[in-house]
């Protein structure tokens, strides 16, 4: 096995406990603002700016931060342990419409150079139990791992000298090509003997996205591998060199933005299941509202360039998490409140004018019989209101529904 090169990301929730207060506009001590810079083949550095010349406008604020809130900072830190180099860091802020609350939230992404067992080293890679300490050491101070997260999400390429990857897995697989079996051990992050897939389901390959004859990239839920299927000479103007930068830039920022889709729905859901029916208003509706449309205009989209397979990458996996579907229910889900809360008014509407009837009805008889045969005067009315309260208790203990109404609307009030 001649595995020409192999590198990989390796991303993480990560808190930004008081590392980005209110008002502060610089990154962490020692860190540089932007996205980690990659040096093209041309000679050209892929920059925030020059990448937002490959991705719509629209995604930019997400990515990258806006004027005077930088939202990305990087560190270059070259390091060797056992095997392995890491050599960068990068740190996204949360926008706002994906933070709950005041919570401050980030996303840490460590660029590792993979060693000439990629297939074993993956899998120590996404386990953060392992390596919690490791990579903490790596972040700036006020930075720590989501107490939540128990995995880290892996995108890596691997190629090989002369383009053909052997065999790698059981017999029982002899059915997948050799290309097949790395694209889901490396996508997929995990040994076999953890999790043995059905070699006769079809559909673990519905994320394949096929590039052309050089390369081809399988996304699935935990991780995506990007494979080359030609030759590699192993310089650093060749194709697969550049194919290895996009990995770590253009397409990195892609599956980003899809795990910022991944948080802003499932914060929308979670903030939507929360709601109870007796809760919703119209004032906790609008804010659900407002939130929704913040989370399309800022994250929601399977189209973010008019270049490339960027676009087709964002699709499959939105697909993996379900996305399209959890949007749709929680647009479906704020969408039935509305209307319980509009009937709900309605029907305190109705409620409200069918009591007034009850209760002005005989108070209006009572006064009005007191003006026709009564002498005006302070008796007159106080007579008149206790006949009418009289009236009034006794037309609600003769008709039950207007007691039941009254005693309903009385709960609820109290609910």
């Known amino acids: 096995m001649d595995i020409r090169r192999g590198s990989a990301c390796v991303v993480f929730d990560v808190m930004l406990d008081g590392a980005d207060p209110p008002g502060r506009e610089e990154g962490p001590s020692g860190w540089r603002e932007g996205p980690l810079p990659v040096v093209l083949a041309d000679g050209a550095t892929a920059g925030a700016e020059q990448r937002m010349t490959y991705f719509e406008s629209r995604v930019a604020e997400s990515l990258y931060g806006a004027a005077g809130r930088p939202a990305r900072w990087h560190r270059r830190v070259p390091t060797a342990e056992a095997g392995l180099e890491v050599e960068a860091v990068e740190l996204l802020r949360l926008p706002p419409v994906v933070r709950a609350g005041a919570e401050r939230r980030g996303l840490a992404v460590l660029h590792v150079r ?28 006020g930075v720590r791992i989501a107490g939540t997260a128990r995995r880290a999400w892996t995108l890596c390429h691997v190629t090989f000298t002369d383009g053909c990857p052997p065999a790698v897995m059981p017999p029982a697989y002899e059915g997948w090509s050799a290309r097949d079996q790395w694209l889901w051990l490396l996508s997929s992050a995990t040994p076999l003997e953890r999790f043995p897939p059905d070699p006769d389901d079809e559909a673990l390959f519905a994320g394949r996205v096929r590039f052309s004859a050089d390369w081809q990239a399988l996304v699935l839920r935990d991780g995506t591998a990007f494979l080359g299927t030609s030759p590699d000479p192993g310089d650093d103007t060749s194709f697969h060199a550049t194919a290895a930068r996009f ?10 933005l ?17 709601l109870r029916a007796h809760e919703a208003d119209a004032r906790r509706l609008l804010a659900l509202e407002g939130r929704m449309i913040d989370l399309r205009r800022a994250l929601w989209s399977s189209h973010v360039t008019v270049h490339g397979k960027a676009n087709e990458l964002l699709e499959r996996f939105q697909e993996q998490h379900r996305l399209p579907e959890l949007l749709t229910r929680a647009g479906d889900a704020l969408a039935d409140a509305a209307r319980y809360v509009d009937t709900a008014r309605a029907r305190r509407s109705s409620v409200a004018l069918g009591l007034l009837s009850a209760v002005g009805l005989p108070f209006g008889v009572t006064y009005a019989a007191g003006a026709l045969w009564g002498e005006p005067g302070p008796l007159t009315f106080v007579v008149c209101t206790l006949v009418a309260l009289v009236m009034t208790t006794v037309l609600f203990g ?18």
Request: without cysteine; neutral net charge.
């Open 247 to 256: 990995v770590h830039t253009l397409y990195l920022d892609t599956f980003l």
């Open 114 to 141: 993979l060693p000439d067992s990629p297939l074993e080293a993956l899998p120590g890679l996404a386990g953060l139990a392992s390596q919690r300490d490791r990579y903490t050491a790596l972040l700036p101070d």
């Open 258 to 274: 899809g795990r910022l889709q991944i948080l802003g729905v499932n914060s929308l859901a979670n903030a939507l299941s929360g």
């Open 398 to 415: 003769l008709v039950p529904p207007m007691r039941r109404l009254a005693a309903d609307e009385l709960r609820r009030s109290r609910d």
